[in-house]
């Protein structure tokens, strides 16, 4: 809820068209509605977090919607509260419309360890994802990479593979996992490291191949909102993208 929401409508080449932000920390922008011009079109997009129940992550777990209308109909609901959304709403559903979950970003804090919870896949589980990394007073620091407490992916001599990318299995599917620990390491003040999670199908080439390392210039360039929209350029599956912060 601190963070806020943000709706942001883009064309085919991936440029914003129309974005606004609503700050629901504010009692009253909880609930409403704002209209929208893209195109000479009007676009109406409603929204409900007056009862939304949290868990230990930003977003909500239930008790909310978040509809999109385009000329009378409505194109995009996110949230549990559908028959609310309709009753609430004049405008007729659009029954093929179905929402996507591209990417979750998420900052997550720690000294040591660092933890999220995700789910990579549509139909799997939800699992819990660790990353254990003590670069304080250690010459030689090591990464290592767990779900559900089991450690599927390790990373010596890290000074000289601060960049990198590997392949996992999550659900007995691929998801390929790129990391970036440069500001930990070698930052001249308190920086964040990047890791992405990111899924594909099997029918889809890699986006790196994980054989290779990724070079400078590449991971250099690749950022948090970079990960979302290269998502869905490239219609990956799911992308999960942790900034990951040191307490001092």
């Not at 064309?11 to 209209?35: C, E, H, I, M, Y």
């Not at 996507?100 to 999220?116: L, M, P, S, T, W």
């Not at 919870?117 to 990464?143: W, Y």
């Not at 990111?198 to 070079?215: A, D, F, G």
């Amino acid at each position: 809820m601190g963070q806020g929401l943000s709706v942001q409508i883009d064309d085919s080449a991936n440029q914003t068209l129309n974005k606004f932000d609503v700050k629901p920390w504010l009692f009253s922008k909880r609930k409403g509605s704002k209209n929208l011009e893209v195109y000479s079109c009007a676009i109406d997009v409603h929204w409900d977090l007056s009862c939304a129940k949290f868990g230990s992550g930003p977003e909500p777990l239930e008790g909310f919607y978040l509809a999109v209308v385009c000329d009378q109909e409505i194109v995009l609901l996110i949230g549990d509260l559908r028959k609310e959304a309709y009753k609430r709403i004049d405008a007729t559903p659009n029954p093929s419309s179905k929402a996507i979950f591209v990417a979750k970003r998420e900052n997550i804090f720690g000294k040591k360890f660092y933890g999220a919870r995700a789910q990579f896949f549509e139909k799997g589980q939800t699992h819990s994802v660790s990353i254990e990394c003590d670069t304080a007073g250690n010459s030689d620091p090591t990464l290592v990479i767990r779900i559900d407490s089991k450690a599927v992916m390790q990373v010596q001599r890290l000074r000289w593979k601060f960049r990198g990318n590997h392949t996992i299995l999550v659900d007995g599917l691929p998801v390929e996992v790129l990391w970036d620990v440069h500001n930990w390491l070698f930052g001249n003040v308190v920086g964040d490291a990047i890791f992405m999670f990111q899924t594909r199908h099997s029918s889809e080439k890699y986006l790196w191949s994980s054989s290779e390392s990724i070079s400078d210039q590449s991971i250099l360039s690749w950022s948090c909102s970079q990960g979302f929209r290269d998502s869905q350029l490239h219609g990956l599956g799911f992308s999960l993208i942790l900034c990951a912060w040191k307490n001092e």
